[in-house]
């Protein structure tokens, strides 16, 4: 697959799913990256994926915006799997990190999610009537959180659910050795 080194993704926008980077099928690396103020008007303000394999380490992920589903990121595909090691996906303040309606850190339909030693901090969900999961939003799938640090991440307006987190439906959530705060 494709890999990049210190690559910037800054300022994207797309008027359907991936603001950032749009992945369907293929394997992409990002090492020491910055993927920051990038808009959806679909899901995935940073990154879209709809299959392959996304391995990001040592980057960041900050002020996305997707209109739907996963302000920072969004995995919709049975076969799709993302991989965070030592990242961020953040927000300078609460309110001002990734943005979605539901799930604005992340939205993990289906496929799989795993993220080791980093922070998912200061996201925010802002959808209408019922936003859901400020930092995660889980409604299938399969997400693995390890050694992580959460905190100050919303879910505004309407009747929220789950600053942190909101699983339904089938989806797998594991979480270990991490701290999650308010």
């Given amino acids: 697959g494709a890999g990049c080194g210190r690559l910037r993704l ?6 359907g799913d991936g603001g950032g980077v749009f992945n369907d099928g293929v394997s992409r690396s990002l090492t020491y990256g910055i993927l920051s103020g990038n808009t959806a008007s679909g899901n995935g303000g ?3 994926a709809f299959s392959g394999t996304i391995s990001i380490s040592s980057s960041t992920i900050r002020n996305n915006i997707a209109a739907g ?7 919709n595909a049975p076969g799709a799997t993302f991989i965070l090691t ?4 953040v927000g300078g303040t609460a309110g001002q990190g990734n943005q979605a309606a539901s799930g604005g ?8 999610f795993t993220m080791t030693d980093g922070s998912l901090s200061r996201n925010t969900a802002t959808g209408g009537a019922t936003p859901v999961g400020g930092g995660i939003y889980a409604p299938a799938g ?7 640090n959460a905190e100050g991440n919303t879910a505004t307006g309407g009747t929220p659910f789950g600053g942190f987190l909101h699983r339904n439906g089938g989806s797998t959530v594991t ?3 991490s701290r999650i705060v308010g």
């Fill in 105 to 112: 850190g992340l939205a993990n339909y289906a496929g799989t």
């Fill in 142 to 148: 399969t997400i693995t959180l390890t050694g992580i």
């Fill in 175 to 177: 979480i270990s050795l």
């Fill in 10 to 15: 800054v300022g994207g926008s797309c008027s």
């Fill in 69 to 75: 589903a996963g302000g920072g990121f969004y995995n």
């Fill in 86 to 89: 030592n990242g961020t996906v």
């Fill in 46 to 48: 940073g990154i879209g």
